[in-house]
């Protein structure tokens, strides 16, 4: 019988996930800390390399322009006359909106976590261990669990994919590589930054339900998904259902009848 995820209960998933963070924690964190640190030796100008872009995982550029622009689609949807106009406007704040609270949500969450764990980082390895914590810490040395960069990376990534499925597998490849180069620093464990990942990875769906359930961007279907407002739409980002007939609308033409 196929083993699911969802069949088990919130305490035995809680039990599992904890097991496997700590099973990363004592086994997989130092021996990937060891082949970071190898790295460093046998290849110097490797830390260079992913230091000139692991900053793109920062949340600075990604939520300044968009907040900006957010601010403005409100205020020209306030301002411009006309139906046609507001509902342009209404699509293209919420669409804004839409990355905005995913990436800020996710990245927020993340910090308060992270200083709340206090997990130390991997410079303070030699006299803590992986497992050296400082509660409530609110300290930068103790502030590794789970990575900031890789929860904003992935959670941006996260909603392109979701808007912009064709681009999916180059988007994540992306997100994959700003994480990994977290760890290839040394300012990261690996748990950290996988931890991070699928944190940033899971939160914008969240948000993609609280607006489909407003019908803000997205509405649900009948079979119990999702999809974006407006066939137009859709077309232009290349969404599967938007190319073809759904089963439904092709049963409704072909029980036309013909004139």
Not at 116 to 134: E, H, Y
Not at 199 to 216: E, K, L, M, Q, S
Request: net charge positive; hydrophobic share 50%.
């Amino acid at each position: 019988m196929a083993f699911r995820l969802q069949e088990l209960s919130v305490m035995e998933q809680v039990v599992l996930a904890l097991s496997c963070v700590t099973i990363g924690f004592l086994l997989i964190d130092p021996f990937m800390l060891e082949r970071a640190n190898v790295l460093k030796t046998s290849a110097p100008e490797a830390p260079n390399f992913f230091k000139a872009f692991t900053n793109v995982g920062r949340s600075n550029w990604m939520l300044i322009p968009t907040g900006a622009a957010l601010a403005l689609a409100l205020v020209l949807r306030r301002t411009h006359q006309g139906l046609r106009n507001a509902a342009a406007h209404g699509l293209i704040a919420s669409t804004i909106g839409f990355v905005f609270v995913s990436v800020a949500g996710a990245g927020l969450i993340t910090a308060l976590a992270k200083n709340i764990i206090g997990r130390a980082r991997p410079q303070l390895f030699a006299t803590g261990g992986p497992l050296n914590f400082k509660l409530f810490a609110f300290a930068p040395n103790y502030a590794s669990f789970p990575s900031g960069h890789a929860t904003n990376i992935f959670a941006l990534a996260t909603v392109i994919a979701i808007l912009w499925p064709r681009a999916r597998i180059l988007l994540y490849t992306a997100a994959a590589w700003v994480a990994a180069s977290r760890v290839l620093i040394g300012v990261h464990y690996f748990t950290d930054a996988v931890v991070g990942a699928i944190f940033g990875g899971i939160f914008p769906y969240w948000v993609r339900d609280r607006f489909a359930a407003r019908r803000w961007l997205f509405e649900r279907t009948p079979d119990g998904g999702y999809r974006l407002r407006g066939v137009r739409t859709q077309r232009w980002l290349g969404w599967p259902e938007a190319l073809a007939p759904s089963p439904a609308g092709m049963k409704r033409i072909g029980s036309q009848t013909p004139i």
